[in-house]
């Protein structure tokens, strides 16, 4: 299990931009995956984007070419950059670990809200 703790989140106008970020209690280096989930009001929970240990990287539909996902190994530290915001992507942001073992581990969030 890991530790994994989000920060980043607030309130910004639409088509601004924020950058979460997902700090680990260790060593990210040889986890299978690392991703960023979202969960907003009365919806369940859906996939952002993810990076594998690959360096194979996916993005939900609905954030290409807005969100870019970036891992610092050393930092051992996961980024979300957001740029042109909606208010669509008005939600709490989780982190989530997964090992080799496909063991998954899971931050408290942050919130996001895209409101003028």
């Known amino acids: 299990q890991v530790q994994l703790v989000e920060s980043g989140g607030g309130l910004v106008q639409p088509g601004g931009s924020l950058r979460l970020s997902c700090a680990a209690s260790r060593s990210i280096f040889t986890f299978y995956r690392m991703g960023w989930y979202r969960q907003a009001p009365g919806k369940e929970r859906e996939l952002v984007a993810q990076?594998?240990?690959?360096?194979?990287?996916n993005y939900a539909d609905s954030v290409k070419g807005r969100f870019t996902i970036s891992r610092d190994n050393a930092k051992n530290t996961v980024y979300l950059q957001m740029n042109s915001l909606k208010p669509e992507d008005t939600a709490v942001y989780y982190c989530?670990?997964?090992?080799?073992?496909?063991?998954?581990?899971w931050g408290q969030g942050t919130q996001v809200t895209v409101s003028s």
């Open positions: 989530n670990a997964m090992d080799i073992n496909r063991l998954s581990s």
């Open positions: 990076i594998f240990s690959s360096a194979t990287i």
